[in-house]
Nanobody, 111 residues
């Protein structure tokens, strides 16, 4: 199983980024998928994800600003992040099946 995130970077407050997660090594469409973030030395926060029935979850801190999507044909999951705030600065991780993790991609929101 391999999960590879991309799309992180430095952005000014109010800006946007789109994270991508490329999955391989498992039957992607069968897995619940999600995004979590973690600041070094702090706990993991679930940002957004898909339930088994395909409905979506968003943390209160990201509702209305972040949009999760997936393309099962391409084994890809995305996180569109708009109206970014400095407190969104974290390492963002892709998760599959509440079990597998990517290596993370750094998002920094700063002027």
């Amino acid at each position: 199983v391999q999960l590879v995130e991309s799309g992180g970077g430095l952005v000014q407050p109010g800006g946007s980024l789109r994270l991508s997660c490329l999955a391989s090594g498992f039957f992607f469409s069968d897995y619940v998928m999600g995004w979590a973030r973690q600041e070094p030395g702090k706990g993991l926060e679930w940002v957004s994800g898909f339930y088994m029935n395909g409905s979506t979850y968003y943390a209160d801190s990201t509702k209305g600003r972040f949009t999760i999507s997936r393309d099962n044909a391409k084994n890809m999951m995305y996180l569109q992040m708009n109206s970014l705030k400095p407190e969104d600065t974290d390492v963002y991780y892709c998760n599959a099946g509440l079990r597998y993790w990517g290596q993370g991609t750094q998002v920094t929101v700063s002027s």
